[in-house]
C-alpha cells in the first residue's frame, strides 16, 4: 500500500473542498445535486457497511464511521457554508460494490465516499473528486500458506468482491493465462474473508487497504498476510453524479492549501488505523 504524495500533498485539502466555493450562492444558481439538496433540505451520504478503514458499521446504532466517512462530514460542513443552511440535514444510504453507482446516478444517493476507485470506465458514469488514497490490488492468505502471489494461484479457488476492479482484473487475467482459477464473486468484503478464512478460497484479492483491514479484524489477524505483486494501483475518491461543467467546477474547486502528507489523515480513530497500516 502506498501514498503517493502528488495524491496526499493535497489530497484532503482537495477532496473535503469538493462542492465548497469561497462564498453561498444564490438558489437560483443551482443546478443538478446541490439545487436537489438545497430544496430538500437533506443531504443523502452513500457508505459501506463492511469497508474497512474507509467506511464502515461498527455498531449497533446503524451511523457509518471511517476514514472516509470523516471525509464526507468536513464535505457536508462545506456544503452548509457554501448554500447557507445551517441546518442541512444528513441521511445516511447503505450501498454495495454493485448498488452504489446506480444510486448515485438516479439521484438517491448524493455524495459516495467509501472505497470506490477513480477509473476511466466509471469516469463516463459518474464525477470524481481529487483523489484522498492510493491503493493496489494484492492478496490475503495464510502466513504460512504457499500462495505468496498470483502464480502460485494456478487451479486453485480464489475469491473477490463482485463488482469491484479487483474482479475486472483476477478474471481477466485468468482468461488472458489460462490459469484455471476458479474465481469466487462474493457479496461484499466481509463475505469474501469469510469464504478464506473458512477454507474455501485459498487467496483473497482485493485493494490492499482493505484486505489489511479485513485482516485486522479477524480472530487470529496475525495468521494472515497481504502479499503478491500489486496488479494495478488505483486511486480511491469522493464521488457524485455527473454535472455540468459550471457545476461540475462548484464541486470540484480545490483549495489553495495543501496538506502535509505525515499530518493529512484525520486526528481520529480511523486516521490512526490507516496510519498503522501504512506497513503492509
Same mark, same amino acid.
Given at each position: 500500500?502506498?501514498?503517493?504524495?502528488?495524491?496526499? @500533498?493535497?489530497?484532503?485539502?482537495?477532496?473535503?473542498?469538493?462542492?465548497?466555493?469561497?462564498?453561498?450562492?444564490?438558489?437560483?444558481?443551482?443546478?443538478?445535486?446541490?439545487?436537489?439538496?438545497?430544496?430538500? @433540505?437533506?443531504?443523502?451520504?452513500?457508505?459501506?457497511?463492511?469497508? *474497512?478503514?474507509?467506511? +464502515? *458499521?461498527?455498531?449497533?446504532?446503524?451511523?457509518?464511521?471511517?476514514?472516509?466517512?470523516?471525509?464526507?462530514?468536513?464535505?457536508?460542513?462545506?456544503?452548509?457554508?457554501?448554500?447557507?443552511?445551517?441546518?442541512?440535514?444528513?441521511? +445516511?444510504?447503505?450501498?454495495?460494490?454493485?448498488?452504489?453507482?446506480?444510486?448515485?446516478?438516479?439521484?438517491?444517493?448524493?455524495?459516495?465516499?467509501?472505497?470506490?476507485? #477513480?477509473?476511466?470506465?466509471? =469516469?463516463? =458514469?459518474?464525477? /470524481?473528486?481529487?483523489?484522498?488514497?492510493?491503493? @493496489?490490488?494484492?492478496?490475503?492468505? %495464510?502466513?504460512?500458506?504457499? +500462495?505468496?502471489? /498470483? &502464480? &502460485?494461484? $494456478?487451479? %486453485?479457488?480464489?475469491?473477490?468482491?463482485?463488482?469491484?476492479?479487483?474482479?475486472?482484473?483476477?478474471?481477466?487475467?485468468?482468461?488472458?493465462?489460462?490459469? @484455471?482459477? #476458479?474465481?469466487?464473486?462474493?457479496?461484499?468484503?466481509?463475505?469474501? /474473508?469469510?469464504?478464506?478464512?473458512?477454507?474455501?478460497?485459498?487467496? /483473497?484479492?482485493?485493494?490492499?487497504?482493505?484486505?489489511?483491514?479485513?485482516?485486522?479484524?479477524? %480472530? $487470529?489477524? &496475525? &495468521? !494472515?498476510?497481504?502479499?503478491?505483486?500489486?496488479?494495478? +494501483?488505483? *486511486?480511491?475518491?469522493? !464521488?457524485?453524479?455527473?454535472?455540468?461543467?459550471?457545476?461540475?467546477?462548484? !464541486?470540484?474547486?480545490?483549495?489553495?492549501?495543501?496538506?502535509?502528507?505525515?499530518?493529512?489523515?484525520?486526528?481520529?480513530?480511523?486516521?490512526?488505523?490507516?496510519?498503522?497500516?501504512?506497513?503492509?
Amino acid at each position: 500500500m502506498r501514498i503517493a504524495p502528488h495524491v496526499l @500533498g493535497a489530497a484532503i485539502s482537495a477532496a473535503l473542498a469538493a462542492a465548497l466555493i469561497s462564498t453561498p450562492v444564490l438558489a437560483e444558481e443551482l443546478t443538478g445535486t446541490l439545487k436537489k439538496i438545497k430544496e430538500s @433540505g437533506t443531504i443523502t451520504l452513500g457508505h459501506r457497511d463492511a469497508s *474497512i478503514p474507509f467506511s +464502515y *458499521i461498527a455498531d449497533a446504532s446503524g451511523v457509518p464511521m471511517g476514514y472516509s466517512h470523516d471525509i464526507q462530514l468536513k464535505i457536508v460542513e462545506a456544503i452548509k457554508k457554501d448554500l447557507d443552511m445551517p441546518a442541512l440535514k444528513v441521511k +445516511y444510504n447503505l450501498v454495495t460494490s454493485q448498488t452504489r453507482i446506480p444510486l448515485v446516478q438516479n439521484g438517491t444517493v448524493d455524495v459516495e465516499c467509501g472505497s470506490t476507485t #477513480n477509473n476511466v470506465e466509471r =469516469q463516463k =458514469q459518474v464525477d /470524481f473528486s481529487t483523489g484522498i488514497f492510493e491503493v @493496489g490490488t494484492r492478496l490475503l492468505s %495464510k502466513k504460512d500458506s504457499s +500462495y505468496k502471489d /498470483f &502464480d &502460485d494461484l $494456478k487451479g %486453485k479457488n480464489v475469491v473477490t468482491t463482485a463488482g469491484t476492479t479487483s474482479e475486472r482484473i483476477i478474471k481477466a487475467m485468468n482468461a488472458d493465462k489460462q490459469m @484455471g482459477m #476458479n474465481v469466487i464473486s462474493a457479496k461484499d468484503h466481509g463475505e469474501s /474473508f469469510q469464504m478464506l478464512e473458512s477454507g474455501r478460497a485459498v487467496a /483473497f484479492m482485493m485493494d490492499d487497504a482493505l484486505l489489511a483491514g479485513e485482516m485486522a479484524k479477524a %480472530k $487470529k489477524p &496475525d &495468521d !494472515w498476510a497481504v502479499t503478491g505483486t500489486a496488479q494495478s +494501483y488505483e *486511486i480511491t475518491a469522493v !464521488w457524485f453524479a455527473r454535472a455540468t461543467p459550471r457545476s461540475r467546477k462548484r !464541486w470540484m474547486t480545490p483549495l489553495s492549501r495543501r496538506s502535509n502528507p505525515a499530518t493529512s489523515m484525520p486526528s481520529t480513530a480511523s486516521g490512526s488505523c490507516l496510519r498503522s497500516l501504512l506497513k503492509v
